[in-house]
């Protein structure tokens, strides 16, 4: 049973416009989101997370949506850039479980020039 | 202290061999974490100690696998018989007890022939 889905592979974006990459989740127990990038031949990179308490998040170019009730979050990047592209993860995390993520399965941006 | 390093990057080895691998986490980071990626997957929760106590191991860590962080400082990996279901990146990580997100590894890329 998965409980944190990426429900698109891969995604294609023109530079310069906006990335929208989304992931669902099942386990209501979640009460942190986290997402990161990942490129060829290196470990996933810590990019931005959410707190349950709150519904959005910034960081420069990032913003992190949460909606609790739909149980989905999702990560915008404006504008895109070609340096972005990688495979982006989202995860998420139970308060007091050890830190343990639970990982989607990926979806694999392309920014074109 | 450059982040969080794993020996060997690669390691081939044949069906029913034993191997090692080794994670040198960021040196003030007092949790430490395994996780195993295969191909078209985010990365699967193996086990996390903190500090030299292993306190949460997954199911998906048969009796074949074994690890190990003696003095609280680098972790070992074991895999004995090696499957070619083994065949994956092992990645590690580690944090700081207060949630600030995890610093991976580049991993271990293993693979059974």
């Known amino acids: 049973d998965q409980q944190v889905k990426q429900n698109s592979p891969s995604l294609s974006v023109q530079e310069g416009r906006i990335s929208i990459l989304n992931c669902d989740y099942t386990?209501?127990?979640?009460?942190?989101f986290l997402w990161y990038k990942k490129y060829p031949a290196e470990g996933p990179t810590f990019l931005i997370s959410?707190?349950?308490?709150?519904d959005k998040n910034e960081d420069g170019r990032f913003t992190v949506f949460l909606n609790k009730s739909a149980k989905h979050l999702s990560l915008h990047i404006v504008p895109s850039q070609p340096g972005d592209s990688a495979v982006y993860f989202c995860?998420?995390?139970?308060?007091?479980?050890?830190?343990?993520?639970?990982f989607g399965g990926g979806t694999r941006l392309m920014v074109k020039p | 202290d450059t982040g969080v390093s794993q020996n060997p990057r690669h390691k081939i080895t044949k069906r029913g061999q034993n191997v090692t691998f080794r994670c040198d986490p960021i040196?003030?980071?007092?949790?430490l974490y395994w996780y195993r990626q295969t191909l078209g997957q985010g990365p699967e929760f193996l086990t996390y100690?903190?500090?030299?106590?292993?306190?949460?191991k997954s199911r998906l860590l048969s009796d074949r696998f074994s690890a190990e962080r003696p003095k609280g400082s680098f972790s070992t990996l074991e895999i004995q018989r090696t499957e070619q279901g083994d065949s994956a990146m092992y990645l590690c990580?580690?944090?700081?007890?207060?949630?600030?997100?995890?610093?991976f590894g580049s991993g271990t890329r293993l693979t059974v022939v």
């Open positions: 100690f903190q500090n030299e106590a292993q306190l949460e």
């Open positions: 995860a998420a995390s139970v308060e007091g479980a050890g830190n343990m993520l639970t």
């Open positions: 959410i707190s349950s308490i709150k």
């Open positions: 040196s003030e980071h007092n949790r």
């Open positions: 990580a580690s944090s700081l007890p207060l949630w600030s997100g995890y610093t």
């Open positions: 386990n209501s127990m979640f009460d942190y």
